[in-house]
């Protein structure tokens, strides 16, 4: 098995820890190294060549931003794209998500992420695909349709977007969810979790979590992510 050979830059030292004791207990993983700030972060990246850098966005000295913009630029100038960028942040305001992808970022994740998705997104990112976390999908749906691109095209280079036009044929003529699964569908879009949607809805977390399973049934979908994808992609939701 090769393994993905990934570097963290990370400033907040809690979060860079256990993200990288994870990491490092992952056998797929071969965990080369570490910044807590982005000039750091781009001297470990041009030194040890990694698949992947996990970057914040919020990085002291040079921000995440344009960290990924320098790696990006020296990738053109060098011909040598193997690092792939992953951005894990806090931040899902339009303005940083479209910024971070403009600036060249493969993928990118909120960091109450699972550890187990956050896998799932490397090796996505790996192998050459976008990861985009369900609680940014409907900002950057909304730039490509402002932008007049293939939506569908776009959607279809994700992993996590790949559904076969039949699949997608069939959630749009069968329609099956209910009317309280389509609100707790569109919090999924929203980037709510279960707490927030029980908050939102005056419901329990329990009975919230009865209601994403009955979704992630109906849609056929993996997880959150994929049903919040497909939600977008088939027009259930807005």
Request: charged share 30%.
């Amino acid at each position: 098995m090769n393994r993905i050979k990934v570097v963290l830059i990370e400033d907040h030292e809690l979060t860079r820890i256990g993200i990288k004791t994870g990491l490092k207990k992952r056998p797929e993983i071969d965990y080369l190294g570490e910044a807590d700030n982005g000039k750091d972060g781009l001297k470990i990246i041009q030194k040890l060549k990694p698949d992947l850098a996990i970057v914040d966005l919020g990085l002291p000295k040079i921000d995440g931003i344009e960290l990924t913009k320098r790696v990006k630029e020296n990738q053109k100038e060098t011909g040598n794209f193997s690092t792939k960028i992953l951005i894990l942040t806090l931040q899902d305001h339009e303005d940083s998500v479209l910024a971070a992808f403009a600036a060249g970022a493969d993928s990118y994740c909120m960091k109450n992420i699972s550890f187990d998705l956050l896998i799932e997104a490397l090796k996505t990112t790996k192998e050459g695909n976008s990861w985009i976390d369900p609680a940014i999908a409907k900002i950057v749906l909304n730039q490509a349709k402002k932008l007049n691109f293939n939506t569908a095209e776009i959607l279809d280079t994700t992993k996590e977007l790949n559904i076969r036009k039949s699949e997608h044929k069939a959630i749009n003529s069968f329609y099956p969810l209910t009317e309280r699964e389509l609100e707790v569908l569109q919090l999924i879009v929203n980037g709510y979790s279960n707490a927030s949607i029980a908050e939102e809805l005056y419901i329990t977390v329990g009975t919230v979590k009865t209601h994403v399973r009955n979704i992630l049934n109906k849609l056929c979908a993996d997880d959150r992510t994929q049903a919040a994808v497909r939600a977008l992609r088939s027009g259930l939701v807005g």
